[in-house]
């Protein structure tokens, strides 16, 4: 037996090591891994959990949040999965395991599943293999998957391909009170979190943001497709409750209106894309062999030849040779 069929094997029989070794393996061997991804596809094992996505700056407490959040789920009787994505450690390559010390408790729940996985430098705040990790947890069943993302700020709108609903979150007191606004990071919203409300400033950080939403095109006319903008004091477990039936009414809004179904075809439609730029880079390693590097480079810098040409050539010996 294969590694793949092995680990399609245990993913069917709810065996959460083969779940964890599935994870380690699209992370590490993401072509190795191909034929496992091809099958749960296949064998049409995806139950369409529901995907929730949280993202927001350092220091807004997104896992504090997500805890109690967790917490809330079980209570419910809900599975969740959760993917935590860190800052790479620059001597390993791995997670730096922040957010995972911080669920420990939760972790310890069987009908928790939580995995950290490192950014690896991937733009966006989402690893690179996040979308495969969230296929592996729903063909595992679980009723909910949680992606946290690193947390870097301005650049974390990827998480909205992934997603079918993002949660952002903000605090007072990090100096620049409008951060949120910028760089896209509102149009991804489907629901907006002021987290610490408690402190000082909350009240603004929440007037600033509805008052972006207000502007936003179109708001007048969808009104009800605005995203709510809540108050939370994570760490005291407050304001969670209201959280999750915002989350739940959101999919049920989503659900009614067609866009939960736009969007699934949407992330579909993105796996074929990631997989074909895996397959083409696959398929162009051999013609980056060290000699061909240099004797390109060389009709480059003397003038014979240009990058676009060189890239023109390369796409035709593929083609020749394929």
Do not use: C
Request: without cysteine; neutral net charge; hydrophobic residues 40%.
């Amino acid at each position: 037996m294969s590694v793949n069929e092995e680990l399609l094997h245990g993913i069917k029989q709810k065996e959460r090591r083969a779940l964890a070794k599935a994870i380690s393996f699209v992370e590490n061997q993401p072509w190795q891994s191909r034929p496992l991804m091809a099958a749960l596809y296949r064998e049409r094992l995806m139950s369409s959990a529901r995907i929730i996505g949280i993202t927001g700056p350092p220091g807004a407490g997104k896992s504090t949040l997500t805890g109690y959040l967790i917490k809330h789920m079980r209570a419910l009787g809900l599975t969740v999965g959760v993917i935590l994505v860190d800052p790479t450690s620059p001597f390993t390559g791995g997670a730096l395991l922040g957010d995972r010390v911080r669920m420990a408790e939760v972790s310890t729940d069987p009908g928790v599943f939580v995995r950290s996985m490192g950014s690896r430098g991937q733009l966006g705040g989402l690893s690179a293999a996040t979308d495969d990790a969230v296929s592996l947890l729903d063909a595992f069943g679980f009723d909910i998957i949680i992606i946290e993302t690193v947390g870097i700020g301005q650049s974390e709108t990827e998480v909205m391909k992934t997603a079918d609903i993002t949660v952002v979150m903000a605090v007072p007191g990090l100096g620049d009170e409008i951060q949120i606004i910028k760089a896209g990071i509102m149009e991804i919203g489907d629901i907006f979190v002021v987290n610490k409300a408690d402190r000082d400033g909350a009240e603004k950080v929440v007037t600033e943001i509805n008052m972006m939403l207000d502007m936003a095109p179109g708001a007048k006319e969808n009104a009800e497709l605005r995203p709510p903008v809540l108050t939370a004091t994570a760490n005291r477990d407050r304001g969670i409750s209201e959280l999750l039936t915002a989350i739940q009414e959101r999919f049920a809004l989503y659900e009614r209106s067609g866009i939960l179904a736009k969007r699934r075809k949407e992330r579909i439609w993105q796996a074929v894309n990631d997989s074909l730029q895996m397959q083409m880079r696959h398929m162009l390693r051999p013609l980056y062999a060290t000699s061909l590097r240099d004797e390109l480079l060389k009709r480059i810098e003397n003038g014979t030849s240009s990058p676009y040409d060189e890239a023109k050539n390369l796409l035709a010996e593929l083609n020749t040779e394929n």
